[in-house]
Every structure is written in structure tokens, then in C-alpha cells.
């Protein structure tokens, strides 16, 4: 119990680098967790209700954050091509560029990287694990990449000469995936006890891709 409190309060010091009062470069907090999140999000999920789902918001509080990300032109807003009603948020270059260089987390991204691949993937997984037991005592649903949902089926085989990615379908929108969109994040997202068997196929197809 002692080591697994201290390994929290680790990670509560660590968090400083994300939750923090006033600003940093021009933002915010929230204000970067949404145009880090947007960053990342899959199309389905560069939503307003979908960001405000995301970063706890209500949807006014979302609304604000998007205007002012707006108007410091890190964001633009386009009608979603699958339904015209809506919008679908884009990070502008600018808004990437701002990310790259000054995002607070790059520093903790920075301190992870240096572990080594065998560390990071062990970090990597004990943090899936522990977000795994709280989703199932708060019955809560977080955002997470496509590869390791449920909703995502292998369409079919990346086989054929000159042909280097595999095509994947979203069950819940039932939409094609490229092989690139199965590494972002989706709010829609449910795991999936098949993981392994996803992860090989989209290992396979990334290696083929790169041979």
C-alpha cells in the first residue's frame, strides 16, 4: 500500500506539468488540453460536444475555449462531410506548430522517451491498466486510440503487389479506417478483449508499409 501511494503522488507531481494556474504561451490549462486533444482526435470525435465530453466541460465552457483557440488562429471550423449540420474542428498548422514547440507536456513526453521503448511500452501498458480498473468502478467511458476498440474490424487484407496498408472498418459508423487513423483517439471508444489479435494485423500491415 505504501508503494502504491507513493507511485500516485508521483504521478499527482507529474500532472503539474498539465493542470497549472494562469497561463503558459498565450493558454490556459483546458485550453491545452483541448488543442492537444484535437490534435489527436479521430474525425468522428473533433467535435463540440465531443471535446466538452473530453476535457469535462459543459458545452458553453467547451464553446468558449474553442472560440478563443479561434482567435488565436490555432483552429478552424469546417462542415462535417457526413452530416452537414455539423462542424468538425481542425488544428490549423499554426495550432500544430504552437503543439510542437510549446505544448507543457513535451517536457514530460521528453522525460518518458528517454526510459527507453521497453519502459515506455511497460508504462505505457500499467497506465492502460490502472485506467482500466477505474473505468469499471466509475462506470466511465475515456477517450482512447482506435486500435485498441472494440468497433474496429479489419475490412480487408493489406495483400497485392503495391498495396501497403490494410483497410480497416469503424463498426459503430460504419466508415472505413486508414491504417494512420487507427493511432488516434476516439471519445467513442469501447475496449476490446481482441486487442491482440487487432494489433498484430495492424503491426503486420505497418511493417509491410515501411519494407
Known amino acids: ?97 504552437c503543439l510542437s514547440q510549446h505544448d507543457p507536456i513535451n517536457h514530460v513526453v521528453n ?28 462506470q466511465r467511458l475515456d477517450a482512447s486510440i482506435c486500435r485498441d476498440c472494440m468497433f474496429l474490424a479489419e475490412r480487408s487484407p493489406g495483400t497485392g503487389k503495391g498495396r501497403t496498408t490494410a483497410e480497416f472498418m469503424c463498426r459503430l459508423y460504419r466508415a472505413p479506417i486508414s491504417l494512420d487513423e487507427t493511432e488516434l483517439l476516439c471519445t467513442s471508444f469501447e475496449r476490446t478483449r481482441d486487442r491482440p489479435k487487432i494489433e498484430e494485423h495492424i503491426d503486420r500491415t505497418r511493417m509491410a508499409s515501411q519494407g
Open 1 to 97: 500500500m505504501p508503494l502504491a501511494r507513493e507511485a500516485v503522488e508521483l504521478l499527482v507531481q507529474a500532472a503539474r506539468a498539465w493542470y497549472f494556474e494562469g497561463n503558459q504561451h498565450g493558454l490556459r490549462d483546458r485550453e491545452w488540453m483541448a488543442l492537444r486533444f484535437l490534435g489527436r482526435a479521430n474525425r468522428f470525435s473533433r467535435t463540440p460536444s465531443a471535446l466538452a465530453g473530453f476535457i469535462g466541460a459543459t458545452r458553453a465552457t467547451a464553446s468558449q475555449i474553442v472560440k478563443t483557440l479561434e482567435s488565436k488562429s490555432f483552429l478552424v471550423r469546417k462542415p462535417s462531410l457526413e452530416d452537414k449540420r455539423s462542424v468538425v474542428l481542425h488544428v490549423t498548422p499554426q495550432g500544430e506548430k
Open 111 to 138: 522525460a518518458v522517451t528517454a526510459l527507453g521503448t521497453d519502459e515506455c511500452v511497460r508504462l505505457r501498458d500499467s497506465l492502460r491498466e490502472i485506467l482500466n480498473h477505474l473505468d469499471a468502478a466509475h
